[in-house]
């Protein structure tokens, strides 16, 4: 380690691997690069639109302090799978 503190040599692919294990980071930061924001998918971006729109609803129950505990949004993610696969047998019938 000292030896890689101090420029002296540079790991190698494995024990970058090793290393980002044992930190819990990506290779990509324990090499000094920045991570870019990969470009949501339109599925994601509606997913999310989805859920901005729950939490501005003030008629719902299930919202507490302006959060959705796990199960509930496990519950929303499942029944918008639900409502996709339906929207995508419906087009298959057209």
Request: charge should be negative; hydrophobic fraction near 30%.
């Amino acid at each position: 380690m000292s030896n890689y503190e101090r420029d002296y040599r540079s790991p190698d692919p494995e024990t970058l691997k090793k290393l980002a294990d044992l930190y819990d980071v990506s290779t990509d930061f324990l090499v000094g690069r920045e991570e870019k924001e990969r470009p949501k998918s339109k599925l994601d971006q509606t997913g999310n639109e989805a859920i901005e729109q729950l939490k501005n609803e003030e008629t719902l129950l299930f919202m507490k302090d302006d959060d959705i505990d796990e199960e509930t949004a496990k519950l929303i993610k499942q029944a918008l799978i639900n409502g996709i696969k339906y929207v995508d047998a419906m087009k298959k019938k057209e």
